[in-house]
């Protein structure tokens, strides 16, 4: 199973940018969905977006046009962007690895390997 | 508003089993498959349950998952004190394109 790590800065100002990169070992970044999810203080997850092995993005539609995600295979590393940052932004981080595909002709996808977070403050 | 909704919290004692319901509110959902994620105090989410009742390697029996219509369940049988954790369903959003997790729910172990 591939391990995840995130790395970045843990305090943003506000109004600027938030970047996050997420280092895969253990197995090839050409594989799988590549996901950011969140976790405000005290509150459930969120899925921020992930990234398709092909390069394909997508992103959660209330985050959509401040995230970008973006791979860099040389170093089996993806990465987040969120730009325009709030105190609301303020959560742990995490990079996942998605799973997806067809079963008995039904669609399934879940995150199988999970990065142990980076908190990051939003002030 | 999450499309799955969870109960809060949950209880038992030791060697007890509990269940922990999740109902799908939306008709965006997209997929018939629900996943467990648990989350230990002050880490990370892991991959407990997938495909409704599949239970990844090294995963105890003790865990198992179900399906029925538009509701699931996770069972925890022969509860330990180490079980104590959060608990969220997830399942493939069509509007999120996306996966969407339940509002998470907190098992206690008295």
């Known amino acids: 199973q591939v391990q995840l790590q995130e790395s970045g800065p843990g305090l943003v100002k506000p109004s600027e940018t938030l970047s996050l990169t997420c280092t895969v070992s253990?197995?090839?970044?050409?594989?799988?969905?590549w996901n950011w999810v969140r976790q405000p203080p005290g509150k459930g997850l969120e899925w921020v977006g992930y990234?398709?092995?092909?390069?394909?993005?997508n992103s959660n539609p209330s985050l959509k046009s401040r995230v970008s995600i973006s791979v860099d295979r040389s170093k089996n590393q993806f990465s987040l962007r969120l730009n325009s940052v709030t105190a609301a932004d303020t959560a742990v981080y995490y990079c996942?690895?998605?799973?997806?595909?067809?079963?008995?002709?039904?669609?399934?996808?879940?995150?199988?390997?999970w990065g142990k977070g980076i908190a990051v403050t939003v002030s | 508003q999450s499309v799955l909704t969870q109960p809060p919290s949950a209880s038992g004692t030791p060697g007890q089993r509990v269940t922990i319901s999740c109902s799908e509110t939306?008709?965006?959902?997209?997929?018939?498959?629900i996943d467990w994620y648990q989350q230990l105090p002050g880490m990370a989410p892991k991959l407990l349950i997938y495909?409704?009742?599949q239970r990844p390697s090294g995963v105890p029996d003790r865990f198992s998952g179900s399906k029925s219509g538009t509701s699931a369940s996770l069972a925890i049988s022969r509860l330990r004190s180490e079980d104590e954790a959060d608990y969220y369903c997830?399942?493939?959003?069509?509007?999120?394109?996306?996966?969407?997790f339940g509002g998470g729910t907190k098992l206690t172990v008295l």
């Open positions: 253990g197995g090839s970044i050409s594989s799988y969905y």
């Open positions: 990234m398709f092995h092909s390069g394909y993005t």
């Open positions: 997830a399942t493939w959003d069509d509007s999120l394109s996306g996966p969407v």
């Open positions: 996942a690895s998605g799973v997806s595909g067809s079963y008995s002709g039904r669609y399934y996808y879940y995150l199988d390997a």
């Open positions: 495909r409704n009742n």
């Open positions: 939306s008709s965006s959902i997209g997929s018939e498959y």
